[in-house]
């Protein structure tokens, strides 16, 4: 069956076969070295039929020579293959061989980076996130740059201090020794990521109905909580957390940048909008800067009061005697993190969910769903940016609310926006803030 559908749909989809076996032409895309020959390199001796170990480590040096085949499409392989033949072929009438020729023996030690590629595949073996089989390429990338950071510091370099620099722009780029600069290890990555796919789970944005009945929850919570300070101050902060990370469009990480000594500060609001100071570090050398975002005091389609639940976090901190810190935080006063207030959500929302479907995305069909697609990483953003598309803000106010995050991102270089937002003073933006929040 899958057979005839894949003859259907012509080179659309991927057969069985894919990844499975070597094609001819595959070595005139790839640097090659035979299992045998990468097992001597990096064992130093010859492999064993009866040795268990042997055998694995044979397996996973073929399944990288294969991956790095396959960072190439069929089709890529075999026109390039038919262009050498046919490129040797029109040579003979010079009595030449052809431009191509024995690219001779590799190094006695593993040059190309076999070791680091088994090290990946047997990172992907472990169980992951999504399936208990293997994990997904984002997860074991990560090895990659555990091994690639170590080359870096290595003392043991080929090149010493060589760089390249670029008079003009001040760039400087070094030269790296080890297996993760190697040709063959950059193909074998492809392919890898190629074979393995990408499982990708993104957040969902939320309706208006369902923020609302999401925080209505929440407010629930806090009155069952009466007796208890903890309790109820921790369901305050949380949403507190959710209604300002909505009305600012933020992501989880940036939502915990909210400092109580700043809001403090500005709780008096000036004019017709609230002020929520953010501690975050820009990636130059700078250390901490406050970014002044600002939100209307209701939100104006959704109608959620954004200072409620901002004086609501006040209180809660007066009452625990904190002046500074972080205003998302546990009742010793550290900082909360993101899995805390996704459990808490997920209280709520598996508890609606009980109730009424009709509200949830309608990729959510199950609680588990629920724990999948709405956390606090992307869903308030997602939301909010929904929000304000639907209500006909101006794309240039959407950009002048996230440009924070923007800048965080630029790593100490300018930010990729335009030139007039680069240049305007955020603090006089109030406008661009107040047509977000009505249109929210």
């Not at 796919?197 to 923020?211: C, E, H, K, M, Q």
């Not at 794309?395 to 926006?417: F, L, M």
Request: hydrophobic share 35%; charged share 30%; with cysteine.
């Amino acid at each position: 069956m899958d057979d005839d559908i894949n003859k259907l749909w012509g080179r659309k989809r991927q057969s069985k076969e894919e990844f499975e076996s070597a094609r001819p032409g595959d070595h005139l895309h790839t640097p090659f070295q035979c299992d045998v020959c990468v097992f001597r390199r990096l064992r130093k001796a010859d492999p064993s039929p009866s040795n268990s170990m042997d055998d694995l480590l044979l397996r996973f040096i073929r399944r990288a020579n294969l991956d790095a085949f396959w960072s190439r499409a069929s089709s890529t392989v075999a026109n390039n293959r038919r262009n050498v033949k046919g490129t040797i072929e029109g040579m003979k009438r010079f009595g030449l061989p052809g431009p191509f020729y024995d690219p001779g023996p590799s190094p006695p030690y593993d040059s190309f980076g076999y070791e680091v590629a088994i090290a990946i595949l047997n990172e992907s073996t472990k169980p992951g996130k999504y399936c208990d089989t293997h994990k997904q390429w984002e997860s074991i990338r990560k090895v990659k740059s555990a091994i690639a950071s170590f080359e870096k510091v290595s003392t043991n370099d080929l090149f010493g201090g060589a760089s390249l620099i670029s008079d003009d722009k001040g760039w400087v780029q070094r030269f790296q020794g080890g297996g993760t600069g190697s040709y063959w290890y950059q193909r074998f990555t492809a392919g890898c990521k190629s074979r393995m796919g990408s499982d990708v789970r993104p957040n969902f944005a939320l309706s208006i109905n369902l923020l609302k009945r999401l925080l209505m929850g929440i407010d629930q919570k806090i009155k069952q909580s009466k007796d208890d300070f903890n309790q109820a101050a921790s369901w305050t902060i949380c949403g507190a957390f959710i209604a300002i990370a909505y009305a600012l469009s933020l992501r989880g990480a940036e939502g915990f940048l909210l400092e109580i000594k700043h809001l403090e500060e500005f709780k008096n609001t000036k004019g017709d909008l609230l002020w929520f100071p953010l501690i975050g570090k820009l990636k130059n050398g700078e250390g901490a800067v406050v970014h002044y975002l600002r939100s209307v005091k209701i939100t104006g389609r959704s109608k959620i009061d954004i200072q409620k639940w901002r004086d609501r976090l006040l209180i809660v901190h007066r009452l625990a005697g904190r002046k500074e810190g972080p205003a998302i935080c546990d009742s010793d006063g550290h900082l909360l993190t993101s899995i805390e207030i996704n459990k808490q959500m997920w209280i709520v929302l598996e508890e609606l969910f009980e109730v009424s479907r009709d509200d949830f995305p309608e990729g959510v069909r199950s609680k588990e769903d629920i724990r999948t697609y709405i956390q606090n990483n992307r869903t308030f953003r997602k939301s909010s940016d929904t929000q304000a598309i639907s209500g006909k803000v101006p794309q240039s106010d959407i950009d002048a609310v996230n440009r924070w995050s923007t800048k965080e991102r630029a790593k100490g270089k300018a930010p990729t926006e335009s030139l007039r937002l680069r240049y305007a003073q955020q603090e006089l933006l109030d406008a661009c803030f107040r047509r977000y929040g009505k249109g929210l």
